[in-house]
């Protein structure tokens, strides 16, 4: 069965930090992106962060670059964001998802990814 459960939300304060967490069975990730998208009330999905299936390759959404560090660890089939110097504008439910390569992150980002999390609540505020 393929799952994806997400752990690590929270309440933070801005300028704060928090470590998402998402552990991923039922999947061979050796061809499988892994991405991070949030969504806050009222607004669309975007795309936060994809990593891909080598580890090589990351992006990011711009309003997120140099803050938040996406990463992965194949031994423990696990995705996490570091978010650093938390926004108000940050907050979202923050859902893990996967998606089989081809194509790559940049596509999936518009586009969506295949299997998904139910998501973990990321709240920023003092």
């Known amino acids: 069965q393929k799952q994806l459960v997400e752990s690590g939300g929270g309440l933070v304060q801005p300028g704060g930090s928090l470590t998402l967490s998402c552990e991923i069975s039922?999947?061979?990730?050796?061809?499988?992106?892994l991405g991070w998208f949030r969504q806050a009330p009222g607004k669309e999905r975007e795309g936060v962060s994809c990593?891909?299936?080598?580890?090589?390759?990351?992006t990011y959404t711009d309003s997120v670059k140099g803050r938040f560090t996406i990463s992965r660890d194949k031994a423990k089939n696990t995705v996490y964001l570091q978010m650093d110097s938390l926004k108000p504008e940050d907050p979202a439910v923050y859902y893990c998802?996967?998606?089989?390569?081809?194509?790559?992150?940049?596509?999936?980002?518009?586009?969506?990814?295949?299997?998904w999390g139910k998501g973990t609540l990321v709240n920023v505020s003092s």
């Open positions: 998802a996967t998606g089989q390569e081809p194509p790559d992150c940049r596509w999936y980002f518009d586009n969506g990814m295949d299997y």
């Open positions: 039922g999947f061979t990730l050796d061809y499988y992106n």
């Open positions: 990593i891909s299936s080598s580890g090589r390759t990351t």
